[in-house]
Structure formats: structure tokens, C-alpha cells
């Protein structure tokens, strides 16, 4: 299944204003001004809802994400709110599965009338979801996607904070070849709108470096066996190996790897499988493998960490029992995005204000210290990758800024 472009324009979204986008004209009976009803805004609060994983096979990144966004909605809640109002997070879980997907947009759009989807999990499940969310006018903020899907074509009710997997891939293929040496590039996928993305990303790279993928493995996400498909990477004579795979069978393909002895190769991913949990591998499958991210993982006893990101750090782990992953230092990123917005918007607020403010932040610092950058023309939000590799069980950041 090749990339899936869902497009709607602005102009459609107004069109609708009045039947589906909850934003009606009214009078304010003491003033007689018209006034502008939006649904999950009221007087003292706003209303978002996202879908996610909790349950089923990405649920690392599911729970993760929204352990960070309820811990950054908790504080600006505990802090007084945005302009009066509280924030009110919706949460459905989906398991990962497209037809709980439609079911939980419907609830969330029609019986929840949030006031925009935040943060919601997986390609093809927000591909799925934005069919009838977008043209009810709802917005989908920071999607926890990085396809292409989520910002190729340019959409008004779409705003990301991911990096674009086939991006990504791309600079890894670029990056290694040029920098580490590496001429037979190849790929181990999930045969799944995620996985086409890392497929197409190093196909694409490798043609317009004057190279071919030597060998390809396409997986189901749940295959367990994966001793046979990475030996015949290893016969093909990949050196460099581009992994659109998540945490576990990220894990098993590196542990087949290992149990074979297969060590002149360079195993690249991304951040759909990017987590603590492959560095503490007790065999030491893990080390040595790199991927691009858009935010690095940090430790607690970095000693180079700034004072509030440490504080952060024991927060989480106080609060929920574990240090916090990628998915949760995005998760709290794309809350805080949502909480300047609001503030930016102001107390009238609309959805196409929301935007609006959004678009207005032609640069944002998170508490990472990672920038990104909006216009009224870019929703994309993260531009560049950094380089993460293993070593020694941690997490180690090599080079930032890396592009295609």
C-alpha cells in the first residue's frame, strides 16, 4: 500500500461551519453581539481527545505519549490554566487497529465534541481517522506519525512535531555512504503504510546516489521469526541495513543478527524504534545500532543537563514508575506546543485562531533545547534528525542537523 495523501481544504472546512465543525454564529442575549460557539471550548474549559495504543502492539509509544501529555496538562492546569479555561484530555485506545480508530474519532468528534485531536497514535490509524475528522473541521495537532501523510500535501487542520520517516531514512542512507563508507545499502520493513515509508525513503536515496537496495524483507508486526530473512540480507552483502521495524521485532532482527555472528554491517532506524528498551538487551544485541530522531533520549545523571530538564526527568520517574521515553518527551512537547497556542489564541477562542497562533511560532525551543520552526506555509515543525547509536547500553547522540 503506497503513500496516502488525505487533502481538504480551508475553504471546506467553512463551508461546513454550522453542520459538523462546531463553530455557529450565536447572540449573547444581554449584548446582542453575535458570538462564535465551539465545540470543547466553554467558559472554563477546553476539550482535546486523541486515539492511541494502550493495549496492543505500540503501546510503548501510546502510553508513553500520553504520560507526557497529561503530565505538562497537569501542571498549566495546576497553574491556573490558559486564560481561565482547564484542559481536559479525551483518551481512546484503538490498539493499534484502524476500525477502533474510526470508532474512537466518531465518539471523540461527535459525542465528545473536542475541540481538536492531539498527539493521536500511528500512520494508519490517523490516515484513517483524519478521512472524518478533517472535513468536520477538527484539527489534527501533532500527530505521533511521522509519514509523510501528516504533512505532504500541505494541510491547514494539520500541524506536526515528528520527523518524516522517509526523511529520515534518506539521510540515513546519505549519511552513510558519504560518511561511513557503506555501498550496499538494504531494508527490513513491516509490509504496512509505516513500513512502505522506510522502503521508499532508502529506494529513493540509494537511486540518486547511482545505487540499488541489494535485498528487502517485508514483515507482518507479528512475525517473531526473523533468523531467515536476516540471513539472506547477510548473503546478499548488506552493509548497511535501513530498519522500518518497531521495538520488538527491532529487537528480535538484531538478536538473529548477533546469534549469527554478523557484525560488518550497520543497522539503521528511526524513531518508531528508538527506546531504552533495545539498549538493555542482556546479550548486547542492542549495541551499535543507530537511528534518527527528532528529540535524543537524556539520562538523569548526565551531568551536562540542564537543571529543569533533570528536575523533569525525576518528575516523570516519581510520577510513573519509569523514566521517561521518546514517546513521552514528545508526548509533553506536543502538549506544551498546544498550551502556547491556547496562549497565543487568547480568550476568544477559535479553532482557525488556534492555527492561527500555531502558525505565528516561527520558532519554539523546547524544554529539550531541540528548535522548531511553524509559518503560515509550514506545518511540519522539524526540519532536520539527529544521529543516536548504542554504546555501552545508553543512548549516545554523534551529530545533530542531518538532512538529505
Keep these: 500500500m503506497r503513500h496516502i495523501a488525505v487533502v481538504f481544504s480551508l475553504a471546506s472546512y467553512l463551508v461546513l461551519a454550522g453542520c459538523g465543525t462546531g463553530e455557529a454564529p450565536t447572540t449573547d442575549d444581554a449584548t446582542g453581539d453575535e458570538t462564535v460557539e465551539v465545540d470543547g471550548v466553554s467558559d472554563t474549559e477546553v476539550v482535546f481527545g486523541t486515539h492511541s495504543d494502550l493495549t496492543g502492539p505500540i503501546a510503548i509509544w501510546g502510553t508513553g505519549i500520553v504520560n507526557g501529555l497529561r503530565m505538562r496538562f497537569d501542571e498549566a492546569n495546576a497553574a491556573g490554566g490558559v486564560h481561565g ?11 493499534y487497529q484502524v476500525p477502533k480508530a474510526i470508532s474512537a474519532a466518531n465518539k471523540l468528534i461527535n459525542r465528545d465534541k473536542v475541540f481538536a485531536f492531539i498527539m493521536a497514535v500511528g500512520t494508519q490509524t490517523n490516515i484513517a481517522a483524519m478521512k472524518q475528522q478533517l472535513p468536520a473541521g477538527v484539527p489534527n495537532l501533532f500527530p505521533g506519525s511521522g509519514a509523510r501523510a501528516m504533512v505532504e500535501p500541505f494541510q491547514e ?13 534518506r539521510a540515513g542512507v546519505k549519511y552513510f555512504i558519504e560518511e561511513k563508507g557503506r555501498t550496499t545499502p538494504c531494508a527490513i520493513y513491516h509490509d504496512s503504510d509505516y513500513g512502505i515509508e522506510i522502503l521508499d525513503g532508502a529506494r529513493d536515496q540509494a537511486e540518486a546516489m547511482g545505487l540499488t537496495l541489494a535485498a528487502t524483507s517485508a514483515h507482518k508486526p507479528t512475525d517473531v521469526e526473523f533468523t531467515a530473512a536476516v540471513l539472506r540480507l547477510r548473503e546478499a552483502g548488506c552493509d548497511l541495513v535501513m530498519v522500518g521495524l518497531v521495538h520488538r521485532d527491532t529487537i528480535l532482527a538484531l538478536e538473529a543478527a548477533r546469534k549469527m555472528g554478523w557484525e560488518d554491517v550497520d543497522w539503521v ?27 535524543p533520549l537524556v539520562y538523569e545523571d548526565d551531568e551536562n543537563l540542564a537543571p529543569e530538564v533533570r528536575d523533569w526527568l525525576v518528575a516523570y520517574r516519581e510520577r510513573f514508575g519509569e523514566p521517561p521515553n521518546l514517546p513521552a518527551m514528545v508526548g509533553y512537547r506536543g502538549a506544551d506546543l498546544a498550551i502556547r497556542g491556547l496562549e497565543l489564541a487568547g480568550r476568544d477562542l477559535t479553532r482557525e485562531g488556534m492555527i492561527a497562533a500555531l502558525e505565528s511560532m516561527s520558532e519554539y525551543t523546547d524544554l529539550f533545547g531541540n528548535k522548531l520552526t511553524f509559518g503560515p506555509d509550514d506545518h511540519k515543525g522539524v526540519d532536520s534528525s539527529s544521529l543516536s547509536q548504542i554504546q555501552n547500553g545508553r543512548w549516545v547522540t554523534l551529530d545533530t542537523s542531518i538532512t538529505y
Design 157 to 169: 487542520l494539520v500541524v506536526s512535531q515528528m520527523g518524516v520517516y522517509y526523511e529520515e531514512i
Design 269 to 295: 532506524g528511526n524513531e518508531a524504534a528508538y527506546g531504552q528498551v533495545i539498549a538493555d538487551q542482556k546479550s548486547g544485541s542492542g549495541e551499535g545500532y543507530y537511528a534518527f530522531v527528532p528529540i
Design 85 to 95: 479555561r482547564q484542559i481536559r484530555l479525551v483518551v481512546e485506545d484503538t490498539q
